[in-house]
T-cell receptor
Framework: DGGITQSPKYLFRKEGQNVTLSCEQNLNHDAMYWYRQDPGQGLRLIYYSQIVNDFQKGDIAEGYSVSREKKESFPLTVTSAQKNPTAFYLC???????????????FGAGSRLTVL | AQSVTQLGSHVSVSEGALVLLRCNYSSSVPPYLFWYVQYPNQGLQLLLKYTTGATLVKGINGFEAEFKKSETSFHLTKPSAHMSDAAEYFCAVSGVHGSGNTGKLIFGQGTTLQVKP
């Protein structure tokens, strides 16, 4: 079955450490996204990529970095510069070039990062 | 600019009762509207979407939503709540991809639905 795989599901990190969250999709989607979810704040866009080797900052990119070397993969690094990294991170992908033009996102199951 | 407001962060209904989750949006371009559902510690799943055409949209699990342009609303309803409907629901808006619009989704803050037996 096609879908999005995020790993790890749970991750603990000490302050000052960088961590990388993995996101892999086999849907052949061009676009991929990273969202951060905090209680009561909905989903906030961190980075997105519409094509390999290109990506754009979202609304809360500070303290995060990404790469898009392959169509299937869009890893997110949470750096030590991110002041409050404890959150639930969601990866999504879409084939935005649909007939209707609607950008329907398919989500992974998420990764929960806790900073100790 | 686009934005979404979900009225009520928590909604509680009895099993079998009507479910009504409210969503209002603002958009400078014709909007595409979505409802997603999230179960605990899981990703989001698409319930339904409005693009063009019929303003009453039917989705999965018996949910439907009506696009009302004059009220800038896209409320989600279900005639009879089931215990399995307990989850968090997100409304989202985007514009048409192209013509300088990336089609990014803007999400509301979410509404947690509690279903009481």
């Amino acid at each position: 079955d096609g879908g999005i795989t995020q790993s790890p599901k749970y991750l603990f990190r000490k302050e000052g450490q960088n961590v990388t969250l993995s996101c892999e999709q086999n849907l052949n989607h061009d676009a991929m996204y990273w969202y951060r979810q905090d209680p009561g704040q909905g989903l906030r866009l961190i980075y997105y990529s519409q094509i390999v080797n290109d990506f754009q900052k979202g609304d809360i990119a500070e303290g995060y970095s990404v790469s898009r070397e392959k169509k299937e993969s869009f890893p997110l690094t949470v750096t030590s510069a991110q002041k409050n990294p404890t959150a639930f991170y969601l990866c999504a992908s879409s084939d935005y070039r649909t007939l209707s033009g609607a950008n329907v996102l398919t989500f992974g199951a998420g990764s929960r990062l806790t900073v100790l | 600019a686009q934005s979404v407001t979900q009225l009520g962060s928590h909604v509680s209904v009895s099993e079998g009762a009507l479910v009504l989750l409210r969503c209002n949006y603002s958009s400078s371009v014709p909007p595409y509207l979505f409802w997603y559902v999230q179960y605990p510690n899981q990703g989001l799943q698409l319930l339904l979407k409005y693009t063009t055409g019929a303003t009453l949209v039917k989705g999965i699990n018996g949910f439907e939503a009506e696009f009302k342009k004059s009220e800038t609303s896209f409320h989600l309803t279900k005639p009879s709540a089931h215990m399995s409907d307990a989850a968090e629901y997100f409304c989202a808006v985007s514009g048409v991809h192209g013509s300088g619009n990336t089609g990014k989704l803007i999400f509301g803050q979410g509404t947690t639905l509690q279903v009481k037996p």
